[in-house]
């Protein structure tokens, strides 16, 4: 990294206010590569980072429905929904979902898919991996852009799989309570947002350094 690619890093991470979303999307006619663009979350509070981006994709699709995240890379009420305005936005998490990946869908099915940079990331680095990933002619993978060897990968998957079966065990161990809640996500609280929060931001969400 040259010092003026440090310098870039450092100021863009500077300039970006804690409710802008730190991201940025291919040109529309380049839809090529395994990810559409590039997020810099500010945590990893899914219910906190995603109103913020939420209300400047649909510049890029429609009105947005869904969100599909991986579970275990987020701290998040499972089964819950963002509703601002009559506009209900679905959040689906699984495990299925490929690690530091998102898929936004808007309500004709359309999707976009953005690499999720660790939030706790430094900064010239955060700025580096967003800046390739959003480059036009780009086709890395999300490993080989956020630089995760094969055996890290896999020793990632591993921690993964025993922490879902330790949660699977814990849950099948609690005593079952008559009258308790019938199905799984069953009376999980919807998160309703103020219209305010899916306010667009400022013409910096896209595409400033």
Not at 76 to 89: C, D, N
Not at 91 to 112: F, H
């Amino acid at each position: 990294m040259t010092r003026g690619q440090a310098r870039n890093g450092s100021r863009w991470a500077a300039n970006w206010d804690i409710r802008t979303p730190r991201f940025r999307l291919k040109p529309t006619a380049h839809g090529s590569g395994h990810v559409d663009g590039a997020w810099w979350p500010h945590s990893d509070d899914l219910m906190t980072e995603l109103p913020g981006l939420i209300a400047v994709l649909p510049r890029r699709l429609g009105a947005i429905s869904c969100v599909v995240y991986n579970n275990t890379e987020w701290r998040i009420t499972p089964y819950a929904e963002l509703v601002s305005g009559g506009s209900v936005v679905q959040l689906d998490g699984y495990r299925g979902q490929p690690p530091n990946t998102v898929d936004v869908l808007d309500s004709e099915g359309n999707k976009i898919v953005l690499l999720v940079v660790p939030f706790h990331i430094d900064p010239d680095q955060a700025h580096r991996i967003v800046t390739a990933a959003a480059a036009p002619d780009d086709t890395s993978t999300v490993d080989t852009l956020l630089m995760i060897s094969a055996k890290d990968r896999e020793s990632r998957t591993k921690r993964d799989a025993a922490r879902e079966r330790w949660d699977a065990e814990c849950q099948a161990n609690e005593p079952v309570v008559w009258g308790s809640t019938p199905y799984p996500g069953a009376g999980l609280p919807v998160v309703r947002l103020p219209p305010t929060a899916f306010a667009p931001p400022s013409h910096h969400s896209l595409g400033t350094t």
